[in-house]
């Protein structure tokens, strides 16, 4: 997908090669006012796009593209990936196969024990699981993203379970979600808010494994949504004090627990949809 781009950024670099860089540059940032202004750039600022790295670095050094912070499209910005060793030119280079997005400050975030039970305000567990790419997950990437985040703790055999990532995915809508919280999925789809799935259980009942996620990935497929089988069984389940499947929760980018699932539930409860929507704004 961002193929495109790159080549269209190779084929101006062909041409800008060509010129002198002895011109005048008003923003020092090694690529000529000229060269600005033949690239698209910003020739008062010396890094255009924000991402850390100056336009002259981005033309000459990196061949990335200095109007996009994520020249090769997989949710890494540029300099990120140069500093961890990635591939900034290419998306099946990065953190995650999934493209789950990466925290850096991660281990900054002070969390409540996984083996405590959690309550409405605490910074939720750092859960550390194999999704369905077979990549292990920390579920604090997902924070400091400026985005909520639905914790769904699911088993493979728990028939509401598999009803709304159904409905997540796309298919039928058991329960009317899509009537009741309008635009949800869509925000799902566009990144506004994050969905994540903990798998505790497979269809036998015994503890999820990379192929649990694997197959309920194959099952109802959505792209955003990483399936993380808990290395230990209702890890999470028992950390949220949980008696049923599935639960939800809505956490915010700090990794506050914003919404608890009821506890001891006896009917779905999905009031984490619309504290996650608020929370982003919709
Ligand atoms: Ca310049
Ligand atoms: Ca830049
Ligand atoms: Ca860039
Ligand atoms: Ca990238």
Same mark, same amino acid.
């Given at each position: 997908m961002s193929w495109p781009k790159t080549l269209t950024c190779l084929l101006c670099f062909a041409f800008l090669a060509a010129c002198t860089p002895t011109e005048p540059d008003a923003d020092g $940032?090694? !690529?000529? *006012? &000229? *060269?600005? &202004? /033949?690239? %698209?750039?910003?020739?008062?600022n010396? $890094?255009?796009? %924000?991402?850390? !790295?100056?336009?002259? $670095?981005?033309?000459?050094?990196?061949? /990335?593209?200095? !109007?996009?912070?994520?020249? *090769?499209? $997989?949710g890494y910005d540029d300099s990120l990936e140069l500093?961890?060793?990635?591939?900034p030119n290419d998306d099946d280079s990065g953190f995650y196969t999934g493209h789950w997005p990466y925290n850096p400050d991660k281990d900054d975030i002070d969390g409540v024990s996984m083996s405590s039970i959690a309550n409405e305000g605490d910074v939720i567990g750092r859960l550390v699981g194999v999704d369905q790419f077979g990549d292990e997950v920390d579920l604090y990437d997902f924070g400091g993203q400026g985005k909520p985040i639905i914790i769904d703790v699911s088993a493979q055999w728990c028939p509401p379970c598999m009803n709304t990532a159904e409905w997540l995915a796309g298919g039928n809508d058991v329960y009317n979600l899509s009537a009741s919280y309008p635009g949800f999925v869509d925000a799902v789809a566009d990144g506004d808010i994050y969905w994540? /799935?903990?798998?505790?259980?497979?269809?036998?009942g015994a503890p999820a494994t990379q192929q649990t996620s694997e197959e309920w990935d194959d099952d109802y497929p959505n792209e955003k949504v990483p399936v993380i089988a808990d290395p230990e069984m209702n890890g999470m389940m028992d950390h949220l004090d949980q008696g049923g499947f599935p639960n939800f929760h809505a956490v915010n980018s700090d990794l506050e627990i914003e919404y608890l699932n009821m506890r001891n539930a006896t009917q779905l409860d999905f009031e984490a949809l619309a504290v996650a929507m608020e929370l982003a704004g919709l």
């Open positions: $940032d090694g !690529l000529s *006012d &000229a *060269d600005e &202004a /033949t690239v %698209g750039s910003d020739p008062n010396a $890094d255009t796009d %924000g991402d850390g !790295l100056s336009d002259g $670095d981005e033309v000459w050094e990196h061949s /990335t593209n200095p !109007l996009e912070s994520d020249t *090769d499209g $997989d500093e961890n060793g990635f591939d994540v /799935t903990i798998m505790e259980q497979n269809n036998s």
